[in-house]
């Protein structure tokens, strides 16, 4: 059968191609097949209103996930904390390739530590979560809505639009603007978004026998990929940040809050006693522990709760929705405006 190059979909921002282009190799080096980028304009790309305002960062999945179900493109690369806790019928998270830094950092220029940035300060998100917990600090500087790509957020530090930004630390490592990073923010202060610093690899769901004769549809049986699924998560996926990534995506689906709210969660898998946090060898996840901590915040700050468990890696979504279930309890719901 002849090799085609595989066709990965991605994004056209700086990032995307730079998350996407380093996949590429991976693929490439362990696959020994020619890999080629087939960039996707989305609707998040092209408009300039408030993400919030166009159905969330969802809108920079939809078209890379069509292009997936019309067999144009064989994987796509998204970042995981814009992706959508639901998976399409039709597509499979195949992998989650070994996670970056999880934390936020701060930009700013002036050199002033969130700690020293006073009443006076305006910082810059575009992030209700971030912008929630800065508030919820209480150090009384004024949170002002940006968006941009990365390169834009910065620039407006450096021309003194804002004083600050908070960024991942993940994105500017991507694109090799750790130089601009001021302070790392430990998740005490900000608690990531579930999924920061991870990458998703998509693929349309075929039959592990080979291009599917027991499926309907024109274009079933145009994929040579069959087990593309497996193939991609045998030389993509990391057992580690696989579980913690499924454990935050747990809470995130069950406090149903979507990408945009003003929530944050990290798992850490624990070097649990007498196992191996990685794997077995077999690319199933040991029996180990796993920490998962959440917040949710009222939008404007006023409040936020924070709580942690810990419990069983070998059911990472179990521990995500007990923690949503506590948090929902306790009110978080009321807490962020949506009931
Ligand atoms: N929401 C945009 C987005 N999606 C992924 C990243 C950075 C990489 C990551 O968090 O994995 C960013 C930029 C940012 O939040 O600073």
Same mark, same amino acid.
């Given at each position: 059968?002849?090799?085609?190059?595989?066709?990965?979909?991605?994004?056209?921002?700086?990032?995307?191609?730079?998350?996407?282009?380093?996949?590429?190799?991976?693929?490439?080096?362990?696959?020994?097949?020619?890999?080629?980028?087939?960039?996707?304009?989305?609707?998040?790309?092209?408009?300039?209103?408030?993400?919030?305002?166009?159905?969330?960062?969802?809108?920079?999945?939809?078209?890379?996930?069509?292009?997936?179900?019309?067999?144009?493109?064989?994987?796509?690369?998204?970042?995981?904390?814009?992706?959508?806790?639901?998976?399409?019928?039709?597509?499979?998270? !195949? $992998?989650? #390739?070994?996670?970056?830094?999880?934390?936020?950092?701060?930009?700013?220029?002036?050199?002033?530590? @969130? /700690? &020293? *940035?006073?009443?006076?300060?305006?910082?810059?998100?575009?992030?209700?979560?971030?912008?929630?917990?800065?508030?919820?600090?209480?150090?009384?500087?004024?949170?002002?809505?940006?968006?941009?790509?990365?390169?834009?957020?910065?620039?407006?530090?450096?021309?003194?639009?804002?004083?600050?930004?908070?960024?991942?630390?993940?994105?500017?490592?991507?694109?090799?603007?750790?130089?601009?990073?001021?302070?790392?923010?430990?998740?005490?202060?900000?608690?990531?978004?579930?999924?920061?610093?991870?990458?998703?690899?998509?693929?349309?769901?075929?039959? !592990? $026998?080979? #291009?599917?004769?027991?499926?309907?549809?024109?274009?079933?049986?145009?994929?040579?990929?069959?087990? @593309? /699924? &497996? *193939?991609?998560?045998?030389?993509?996926?990391?057992?580690?940040?696989?579980?913690?990534?499924?454990?935050?995506?747990?809470?995130?689906?069950?406090?149903?809050?979507?990408?945009?709210?003003?929530?944050?969660?990290?798992?850490?898998?624990?070097?649990?006693?007498?196992?191996?946090?990685?794997?077995?060898?077999?690319?199933?996840?040991?029996?180990?522990?796993?920490?998962?901590?959440?917040?949710?915040?009222?939008?404007?700050?006023?409040?936020?709760?924070?709580?942690?468990?810990?419990?069983?890696?070998?059911?990472?979504?179990?521990?995500?929705?007990?923690?949503?279930?506590?948090?929902?309890?306790?009110?978080?719901?009321?807490?962020?405006?949506?009931?």
């Amino acid at each position: 059968m002849a090799r085609r190059p595989l066709r990965l979909g991605t994004r056209r921002s700086a990032l995307a191609l730079a998350q996407s282009g380093q996949i590429a190799e991976t693929l490439r080096a362990r696959l020994g097949r020619p890999v080629e980028l087939v960039e996707i304009v989305t609707e998040g790309d092209r408009s300039q209103v408030a993400i919030s305002q166009i159905g969330g960062t969802g809108v920079f999945v939809s078209a890379l996930r069509d292009a997936l179900l019309a067999g144009e493109i064989d994987l796509a690369v998204h970042s995981l904390k814009d992706l959508p806790t639901a998976t399409p019928a039709g597509l499979v998270l !195949a $992998a989650v #390739p070994p996670r970056a830094d999880t934390r936020d950092v701060l930009v700013s220029p002036g050199g002033r530590t @969130l /700690a &020293e *940035l006073g009443p006076d300060a305006r910082v810059g998100t575009g992030s209700p979560r971030r912008a929630a917990q800065l508030r919820a600090l209480g150090h009384g500087f004024e949170v002002v809505p940006i968006r941009g790509n990365v390169d834009t957020r910065i620039k407006k530090a450096i021309d003194g639009e804002v004083d600050a930004v908070v960024l991942a630390h993940a994105g500017l490592a991507r694109l090799d603007r750790l130089d601009a990073v001021t302070e790392v923010i430990p998740p005490e202060v900000i608690l990531p978004a579930p999924g920061q610093g991870a990458l998703a690899i998509e693929c349309a769901r075929t039959s !592990a $026998a080979g #291009p599917a004769s027991d499926q309907a549809g024109p274009d079933r049986g145009r994929g040579i990929d069959g087990g @593309l /699924a &497996e *193939l991609l998560r045998f030389v993509l996926d990391d057992a580690s940040s696989s579980v913690a990534v499924r454990a935050e995506r747990a809470f995130l689906a069950g406090i149903e809050a979507g990408c945009t709210a003003p929530v944050g969660a990290l798992a850490q898998v624990l070097p649990g006693a007498g196992s191996h946090p990685d794997t077995r060898g077999d690319g199933a996840p040991a029996v180990g522990g796993i920490r998962l901590r959440a917040v949710v915040s009222a939008p404007d700050g006023g409040r936020v709760l924070r709580r942690e468990l810990t419990g069983s890696a070998v059911d990472p979504e179990a521990l995500g929705q007990r923690l949503a279930d506590e948090l929902l309890s306790a009110g978080a719901h009321t807490l962020m405006g949506t009931s």
